[in-house]
């Protein structure tokens, strides 16, 4: 099926705009890197990660420097995401149709390095200890993230792997257009952090929403919590420095966790919280808002 002998590496690359879209979050891509990473396994071909066009390369250690031999103004996105809904709450793979797709879009390429986004689901749900490790190295933060991580930890009281995460991702509607979350909503996120919460242990909360930060700490007072700004790496209109720096803490702080307890309106979850958790073995569960 795979028959090109010029292409010997593909590279996911994160930045802002494609030539046929904006950029997806960070644990989309993320998702993708690990589809991409099990397709290189299977093809005998290499993969990279680029992250040095997005605003976020400037916190890590890898990944800052562009590669001259990448025109990344001409890169696209590939839009199968090898995933199909079945109901609000449920969806399969669509492997069957993504994976010869995506062979056949890698053999019409007449290059040895072969740059794209890709936010698919993997082709596999086993995630191998390997291709975790792969990711993670190119996700080493810098000297500036490491002291703000430290910083974050002494600020929470908190330790690695000695705390628990609840994450509520109430949806980009709020996020990206700032709309004012329903009382209904509102009730019934309360309704299931409280079954969540655990006793004697200390727990995070982590959103994408302050204002449910500020509800939720006035119902569970002992619930940590941290307001800062807030971004989407992929589609805000806008990219403070001050807020990808704090997205980055809160994604560094999932990754720390010891387990964590996810809530998304979304059908697949949040891929921010739950490709943290899988690239570092971190328990997860997830639960339809």
């Known amino acids: 099926m795979f028959h090109n002998p010029t292409l010997k590496k593909i590279v996911n690359v994160y930045q802002l705009h494609y030539k046929n879209k904006v950029a997806q979050g960070f644990g989309d891509y993320l998702r993708g890197c690990f589809c991409l ?3 290189a396994h299977t093809l005998g071909v290499q993969f990279d990660m680029d992250l040095s066009n997005h605003p976020l390369s400037q916190f890590l250690e890898t990944s800052t420097k562009k590669n001259p031999n990448i025109r990344y103004e001409e890169i696209s996105w590939f839009e199968n995401p090898n995933y199909i809904p079945l109901s609000h709450n449920t969806f399969r793979l669509n492997t069957q149709q993504f994976y010869p797709e995506l062979v056949q879009r890698m053999n019409s390429v007449n290059i040895p390095v072969y740059p794209l986004f890709c936010n698919s689901f993997p082709i596999s749900t086993a995630i191998s200890q390997q291709d975790r490790a792969i990711i993670k190295s190119k996700l080493i933060p810098n000297d500036r993230m490491k002291r703000q991580m430290e910083e974050t930890f002494r600020n929470l009281g908190i330790e690695r792997r000695q705390y628990n995460v609840i ?3 109430c949806g980009d509607e709020y996020l990206l257009k700032n709309d004012k979350i329903d009382i209904p909503r509102v009730q019934k996120i309360i309704t299931h952090v409280a079954k969540h919460i655990r006793r004697n242990e200390k727990t ?4 994408d929403n302050n204002q449910i930060k500020i509800i939720l ?5 002992n619930l940590l919590c941290r307001f800062n700004p807030i971004v989407h790496l992929g589609e805000s209109p806008e990219f403070p420095e001050n807020s990808i720096l704090h997205t980055l803490v809160d994604f560094y702080l999932l990754s720390f966790s ?3 307890t996810a809530f998304s309106p979304y059908t697949w979850g ?3 919280s739950e490709w943290a958790s899988i690239m570092n073995n971190v328990p997860y569960k997830k639960f339809f808002l």
């Open 37 to 39: 990473l099990q397709v």
């Open 167 to 169: 994450h509520v991702r």
């Open 204 to 207: 995070l909360l982590l959103s």
């Open 217 to 221: 700490k006035k119902q569970f007072p």
């Open 258 to 260: 010891k387990n964590t």
């Open 270 to 272: 949040s891929g921010f």
